[in-house]
C-alpha cells in the first residue's frame, strides 16, 4: 500500500528556514520522480519543486533561488529546504511522486503546514 507522510512544517518569521522531509512507502523509489506542492486556504495546489529520478530539478517562479529539493532514493526520503521565507509561502506542503510525463499519483498525504508570520 502506498503511503506519503509530510513531516518539517512550522511557524517561522519571514525570512527564516525550514525543511520539510517526505518518506514514501510501497513504490520502488528510484523509479519516480518526486515533487513539492502546496495549497494556500481559497487556493489551488500548485508545484513547487520537482525532481526527476535522474536529479534534474525544477522550481515553481516563486521560489526559485530560495528553495532547494534533494532526494536520498536509499532511504526513499524527498527534502525541501526552504530559505528566506515570505508570508506568501504559508500554505499546507504535500509531496507527491510520478513516472516521467505522467500524472502526479491520486494519493496524497496529511501535508505539513507552514506558516511565515511575524
Known amino acids: 500500500q502506498v503511503q506519503l507522510v509530510e513531516s518539517g512544517g512550522g511557524s517561522v518569521q519571514p525570512g527564516g528556514s525550514l525543511k520539510l522531509s517526505c518518506t514514501i512507502s510501497?513504490?520502488?523509489?528510484?523509479?519516480?520522480?518526486m515533487g513539492w506542492y502546496r495549497q494556500a486556504p481559497g487556493k489551488q495546489r500548485e508545484l513547487v519543486a520537482d525532481?526527476?529520478?535522474?536529479?534534474?530539478?525544477k522550481y515553481g517562479d516563486s521560489v526559485k533561488g530560495r528553495f532547494t529539493i534533494s532526494r536520498d532514493d536509499a532511504k526513499n526520503m524527498v527534502y525541501l529546504q526552504m530559505n528566506n521565507l515570505r508570508p506568501e509561502d504559508t500554505a499546507l506542503y504535500y509531496c507527491?511522486?510520478?513516472?516521467?510525463?505522467?500524472?502526479?499519483?491520486?494519493?496524497w498525504g496529511q501535508g505539513t503546514q507552514v506558516t511565515v508570520s511575524k
Open positions: 510501497g513504490i520502488i523509489f528510484r523509479f519516480y520522480d
Open positions: 507527491n511522486f510520478h513516472l516521467s510525463g505522467s500524472d502526479v499519483s491520486p494519493r
Open positions: 525532481v526527476a529520478s535522474d536529479g534534474a530539478r
